[in-house]
């Protein structure tokens, strides 16, 4: 009985965003009183290569990257309720990565086919894909690659940005691609796990960076072509809002986030029940759903995001940079996609204090050398680097809020340059870094608290 409440509510919450985003792009539509506008924008969105970081409001426009955001979800939960699917927590975290990553990296062009490949992939090994639905979306990380391949790379010096330009050598490379992607992942996703053990909770992020640092080399350094990176597109009415949104995204996050915490709180019997044992939860290999129930995780999901959402406010206002962006937008959803699995606010505040952290120390070695300070909090690069550091909650839960200040810095560190490994043409490039991170952390640690050393 649990069990179906449970499936009831994760399928309801997955449906409700969807619509919500939809709704939301037909209500900026008829506020800016262009639909002409959200069809060219949703067009230039799936015709435009995506390498970290293209920003989708930038590129199409507000409206059409919610449409976009609304409609590659609802086709998920479509496709999830067509092949009745077993909805988990790893499935829930899959759909909110990829709600995620609507807003600056894929499209409902570029995520196919990776999810196909991989479907072939089960179905060759004589397993049901609707029983690893959330694998083959997890494995649409590599959608900018594929939009590259699709679009740009075959084209050359003749590519023409805003343009879509297909070709049968673009659809014969994504498609070999995306065939590769299903056959080869699997086993790099199962490597990855035994390497962090389990501190990243993006575990994909260090298995498909490595596997994209190949493939970047392959295709661009030992063939000796040169990667042009993020496409330039004018848009005027974008640039006007000085990339902001500041009030719109604030109002936005505070619906979904309250909502959620509200409908969980009436489905937990209008209490907060139990959330307190949640929060003594390390995060390590841990799943809030089994243990708990949706609603207490649906409370934990709108709490944790209203921190993220403060934080990011702070900064905004505090320091020098941009606001809500889509990547910026993208990345508080990214930050929120393990809050059914392992993180929460107690696990994940420090990783956040980390950046503050490492952001203090360079700001007094600047100013004692008498340079400027290269970077600040909300530069977009360290924006989304945070948003997946939290994905190292596992070693603030297990080790304490110092071991999670540490993890974040370090992760701050390595944030900007981790991109160019894989030529950002993989979009879970946070993953990675934290990834990097948990290796260096979990060595240190384990030598230092080797009682606490876990055996795999």
């Known amino acids: 009985m649990e069990k179906i409440k449970n499936d009831h509510l994760m399928r309801g ?8 985003f939809l709704a939301a792009a037909v209500g900026t539509a008829l506020y800016g009183g262009d639909w002409e506008q959200v069809y060219k924008g949703f067009v230039r ?7 970290l970081i293209t920003d989708y409001f930038k590129v199409g426009g507000l409206s059409a990257t919610l449409f976009n955001a609304g409609l590659c979800t609802f086709v998920c939960c479509c496709i999830v309720r067509i092949l009745k699917c077993r909805l988990s927590a ?3 975290a899959s759909y909110i990565l990829l709600l995620a990553h609507c807003f600056y990296g894929m499209n409902l062009l570029n995520i196919w086919p990776c999810f196909i490949g991989v479907a072939l992939y089960y179905h060759h090994m004589k397993k049901n894909v609707r029983d690893h639905i959330y694998v083959a979306i997890f494995y649409m990380a590599f959608a900018p ?3 590259e391949l699709l679009f740009r790379y075959p084209l050359g010096d003749k590519f023409v940005a805003g343009e879509i330009q297909i070709t049968a050598a673009g659809i014969i490379l994504a498609g070999v691609f995306g065939l590769m992607a299903g056959f080869v992942l699997p086993g790099m996703l199962e490597g990855a796990s035994r390497m962090h053990k389990g501190y990243n909770l993006y575990n994909g992020g260090l298995a498909f960076g490595l596997v994209g640092g190949f493939i970047y080399a392959f295709l661009y350094k030992t063939m000796g072509i040169t990667s042009e990176g993020p496409v330039e597109l004018v848009n005027p009415l974008y640039d006007g809002t000085g990339d902001q949104y500041f009030v719109f995204w604030n109002v936005m996050f505070a619906v979904i986030f309250i909502g959620t915490f509200i409908w969980g709180y009436i489905f937990n019997g209008r209490q907060m029940k139990d959330y307190s044992k949640l929060l003594s939860e390390s995060g390590h290999r841990t799943n809030y759903v ?8 649906m409370i934990n999901f709108g709490l944790y995001g209203l921190m993220i959402l403060l934080y990011m406010d702070a900064i905004f206002l505090l320091t020098d940079g941009v606001a809500f962006t889509g990547p910026t937008v993208g990345a508080m959803f ?3 996609t393990f809050a059914v699995i392992g993180q929460h606010p107690k696990n994940t505040w420090s990783i956040f204090g980390g950046y503050v952290f490492l952001y203090i120390i360079v700001a007094v070695v600047c100013a004692l050398q008498g340079r400027p300070v290269p970077w600040t909090l ?3 690069g360290y924006i989304n680097g945070v948003a997946f550091a939290t994905g190292l909650a596992p070693i603030a839960g297990r080790y304490g809020w110092k071991a999670g200040i540490a993890a974040g810095a370090i992760s701050a560190a390595l944030c900007t340059s981790t991109g160019a490994f894989h030529g950002g043409f993989m979009i879970f490039n946070g993953g990675f870094t934290a990834g990097i991170t948990a290796l260096i952390m979990v060595s240190v640690l384990e030598h230092h608290y ?7």
Do not use: D, R
């Open 290 to 297: 089994e243990a708990y129930g949706m609603p207490l995780c």
């Open 90 to 92: 790893s499935f829930f």
């Open 450 to 456: 080797p009682h606490m050393k876990v055996n795999i």
């Open 13 to 20: 919450m997955c449906w409700g965003l969807s619509i919500f």
């Open 45 to 51: 969105i799936i015709g435009s290569p995506s390498a």
């Open 378 to 380: 909300s530069t977009q």
């Open 334 to 336: 990214a930050a929120l």
């Open 145 to 147: 690659l594929i939009s």
